[in-house]
């Protein structure tokens, strides 16, 4: 482990940038490539979004922890809510689900396509927890 | 976060700053109170101030898109940034919605109704 | 209250400005002038690094705690280690006192000048905490 | 972080980022190497990139001017940006190191022995 941090909000839409913002200055201390630093926000945005919209249905009131964890050539990210939880995660997974007719359903297929894997733990009233791990192109 | 324009039927929508879920409430109003207020049949999103677009920023575009095409009208973008094609392009949103270079070009492209992805 | 964060990290010298940031990130949402970020940054800058050098003796094994709250006009910060803790603080503020023959004893003075208020919690073996509050000047 | 380059009997070395305690150590090295390699006397110190200085930082700087001093030479800065700017006038650093507005004033005026805050 060369550096990691552990960050905790309230569950409000303008710390989806705070959340990223963070993440991607941890991430910087590896010197990553514009494009993985761009997937890993891309990714840490959908989560909390989720953690959000999903887990505390847009009310303020809850909070989402984000961790993150540098290893020599690696990042892995932690997205924590005690909200509502999931009841069918393979499901939730799919892409184009979603349970809110206004979205689109393809927050975890993003966070798929950024991230090299996406971990969901979750249950009904307990919570979610996504943990995503990206792997950065060796260089230098 | 949003300049709006009218060059005849179209509405050119210039786009700043990151497109979150944070934004995307305002910039869902902003669109849809032009649209009805306008007698528009097209939109052109210029993004190329927009450095950063997730899901729920791609969710007003994909919006704009649908409720153009149930009147007949046509969404266009230009000036992506990185970060923006690639959830355009990952989504399939730019196999539906045509890209142009120039603001002249995608404005042409409407008038002449030659817009197609 | 506005919003506000609590961040967690070890004590290395790379996440002062991982402090920095995030913390430039909140106070950003209050839409201040540049003259004020920067005077921020400045300031957790000071007090974060102390935490490192001093409560902490450079050591990366302890854990520095920042939690930033955003009032309508104005922000608070503090920023807390659990390290050796200071027996004189009046002392420790006087400008250009350091207790490290190779640091210029500016850090109280700075954060001073760049905040409204700031004050210190610390008692030895039990760690330091500062809380810096800054107004915002009324705009727009 | 630091780039350099003598010109005669003066140490030019442009400094990059942000200077606090991540930095701090490298570039310390890296200016005292300089000093140790070259038959220098002077040095500038050009900080038009560099975008933050905090108190650690700060004692880099004046660590080199008393090196200097102590060896008859002088240091002298330009490229002050703002938040830097700030943390030299409050320390009271500009009452002592001389700021120049370009590397030629600066440079000749090092020659000339005409440097003075
Ligand atoms: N943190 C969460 N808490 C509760 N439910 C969630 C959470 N994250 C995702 N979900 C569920 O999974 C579905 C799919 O999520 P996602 O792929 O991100 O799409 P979207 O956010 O557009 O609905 C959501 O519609 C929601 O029902
Ligand atoms: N977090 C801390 N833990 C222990 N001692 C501290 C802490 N912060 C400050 N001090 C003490 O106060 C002194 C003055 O601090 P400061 O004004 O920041 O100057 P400097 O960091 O240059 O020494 C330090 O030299 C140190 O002895």
Avoid: C
């Amino acid at each position: 482990m060369l550096n990691r941090f552990r960050l905790e909000f309230p569950s409000r839409a303008e710390n989806v940038s705070l959340a990223r913002v963070t993440v991607a200055a941890l991430a910087s201390q590896l010197d990553p490539t514009i494009e993985e630093l761009d997937d890993i926000k891309g990714a840490v945005s959908e989560a909390v979004t989720n953690g959000i919209i999903h887990g505390f249905g847009a009310s303020p009131e809850g909070t989402i922890v984000v961790e993150a964890v540098l290893y020599g050539d690696a990042i892995e990210i932690y997205v924590e809510d005690g909200g509502k939880g999931i009841k069918d995660v393979p499901k939730a997974m799919e892409p184009e689900f979603s349970s809110d007719p206004e979205r689109l359903g393809l927050g975890f297929s993003f966070m798929q396509s950024f991230m090299d894997s996406v971990q969901v733990d979750s249950a009904p009233g307990r919570g979610t927890r996504v943990i995503m791990r990206k792997q950065f192109a060796p260089r230098h | 976060m949003l300049d709006l324009e009218t060059v005849g039927e179209v509405l050119v929508a210039k786009l700043r700053g990151e497109l979150d879920l944070k934004t995307a409430g305002e910039l869902r109003q902003g669109l849809d109170r032009a649209l009805d207020g306008f007698t528009v049949r097209h939109l052109v999103l210029d993004l190329e101030n927009v450095s950063f677009m997730d899901s729920t920023g791609l969710g007003v575009v994909l919006g704009r898109y649908k409720r153009l095409a149930g009147a007949g009208g046509k969404l266009v973008v230009l000036g992506l940034q990185p970060p923006v094609r690639r959830v355009l392009d990952l989504s399939g949103v730019l196999r539906i919605v045509p890209e142009f270079n120039t603001l002249k070009q995608a404005v042409e492209a409407l008038r002449r109704g030659e817009a197609s992805a």
